[in-house]
């Protein structure tokens, strides 16, 4: 268990939390996500992110923490982070990658998010990575304005190319930030 405040910590998740997992993220991410689907049918995502088999392969990366987020003795979300990353966006540098954030909106504007990146930030540079990064749909503003607020700066786009995904609701932003 790691501590970050009286009331905030992470816990890691393993191969035996695989089904509290799927429970979880089957219960927070359709609120604010299921419109990106056609039908708002997410089921085909959440299989294909947390299902057992992406799971395991996940799990096996040396480089990723992979946690849930517990706050006030609730888990509320989860975080997975990738260490000592190279990307096009910076060749000759090494970053971290925030692979997945995801809060319950019960918790959302509660200042669990910004401590969540200052943990973050205080971990890539334990790790002397130079940059943090992370991606995000282009149509979740409220995200997007608390990465922007958290001083992340739009880097590149691209498209989500999934075939259940709504066309016109898959463009993605990769956001950065400088440490």
Known sequence: MILISESLSLKDIHIE????????MER???PPYKHLWKNNDCSWYLNK???????KEELKDTN?????VINDAITV???????????????????????????????QGKGIGKQLF?????????????????EAMDTQHQ????????GYKETSSMSLDFE???????????????L
């Open 17 to 24: 939390n695989h089904s509290e997992l799927v429970s979880l």
């Open 28 to 30: 927070i991410y359709p």
């Open 49 to 55: 992110c947390y299902g057992i088999s992406n799971f």
């Open 64 to 68: 990723a923490s992979y946690y849930f």
């Open 77 to 107: 979300g989860i975080l997975r982070l990738v260490v000592n990353q190279i990307i096009k966006e910076f060749p000759n540098e090494l970053t971290t990658y925030i692979h997945r954030i995801y809060l319950s909106s019960d918790v």
């Open 118 to 134: 200052n943990w973050v930030e205080n971990v890539a540079r334990q790790n002397n990575n130079k940059y943090i990064w992370l």
């Open 143 to 150: 995200a997007l304005s608390f990465y922007k607020k958290m």
């Open 164 to 178: 259940r995904i709504n066309e016109h609701l898959s463009g993605m932003l990769l956001m950065s930030k400088t």
